[in-house]
């Protein structure tokens, strides 16, 4: 199973940046989509951003459109989040997770890592 590690959260104020990473073990990821999906207290996982790791093709939530980037970097292994203009309904733990091309859920999480914004 391949192992995913996310590194790049912490606390920014309204109107900041950050980015997130998300370095997988496994060195081929074909035919995988890696997403980023949040979580804030009390509330239902969210989807944030995805990316086809053998294509460009890349998606987005709404709330998030215009604000964020997914990008990956095949040499590394790692893809990337970056996050711009951010809000304090931002603020939750931030999770990296892979699943086939085609598939409907994601089977393969990493441990998460908190982004809090303040106002």
């Known amino acids: 199973q391949v192992q995913l590690v996310e590194s790049g959260g912490g606390m920014v104020q309204a109107g900041g940046s950050l980015r997130l990473s998300c370095t997988a073990s496994?060195?081929?990821?074909?035919?995988?989509?890696i997403g980023w999906l949040r979580q804030a207290p009390g509330k239902d996982r969210e989807f944030v951003a995805a990316v086809l790791w053998s294509g460009e093709n890349t998606a987005y939530g709404d709330s998030v459109k215009g604000r964020f980037t997914i990008s990956k970097d095949a040499a590394k292994n790692t893809v990337y989040l970056q996050m711009n203009n951010l809000k304090p309904e931002d603020t939750a733990v931030y999770y990296c997770a892979t699943k086939p091309r085609g598939a409907a859920d994601y089977s393969n999480w990493g441990q998460g890592t908190q982004v809090t914004v303040s106002s």
């Open positions: 496994a060195r081929t990821l074909s035919y995988y989509v």
